[in-house]
């Protein structure tokens, strides 16, 4: 829990600077620093490499080159095939694209390394709510809050499913709602 807090405020510090124009930590994780400590650790032999191959992909992505972002990504998982993070961060930019049968899968390689992430379920439901997989949707929500239930999205989510489902009766919805609400 902690490596994903540090790996979070990581990838937050990094979308700030990037907007306010700083230097990005990218820069100097591809001059050879040492990488901070994301899921996998870059324990393997070209980890730096996937590692700066993967911060690239952050810069990129918060600098809205989204295709550039996917080549910086792609490379990180053929360097570190087992670099949860860069399959997730792949899949949402590949989602943001509309591309949900490539980002689907690159959730779900996400979720075979690291199924505690809350946020790689969430989004694979949104991915598969999108392309009309509505109970399988639900299903990746339900697992979102079985690991977070503080996962506020993957609530809402799931809650906004329940316009689908026909078999919810109008007072089932309610209750849906309320339990929301509590």
């Known amino acids: ?71 910086a990504y792609r490379e990180a998982v053929r360097l570190q095939p087992d670099l949860a993070d860069a399959h997730y961060n792949l899949g949402v930019v590949l989602k943001d694209q509309e591309k949900l049968a490539p980002a689907v899968a690159s959730y779900r390689r996400a979720l075979a390394i690291d199924p505690r992430l809350d946020s790689a379920h969430n989004n694979l439901g949104h991915a598969l709510q999108t392309r009309g997989d509505i109970a399988e949707a639900g299903a990746a929500y339900r697992r979102a809050l079985a690991i977070n239930p503080q996962n506020l999205q993957a609530h809402r989510n799931l809650l906004f499913l329940t ?11 309610f209750e849906a709602h309320l339990g929301f609400a509590r």
């Open 163 to 173: 316009l689908y489902d026909p078999d919810l009766t109008q007072e089932a919805r």
């Open 1 to 71: 829990m902690k490596d994903r807090v540090a790996q979070m405020m990581l990838v937050v510090g990094m979308t700030a600077a990037a907007l306010s124009g700083a230097a990005l930590p990218s820069v100097v994780l591809a001059k050879g620093e040492a990488a901070p400590a994301i899921s996998n650790g870059g324990q393997h032999k070209n980890g730096g490499d996937a590692l700066a191959q993967y911060n690239r992909g952050v810069s990129l992505q918060a600098e809205g080159k989204l295709h550039e972002a996917i080549v």
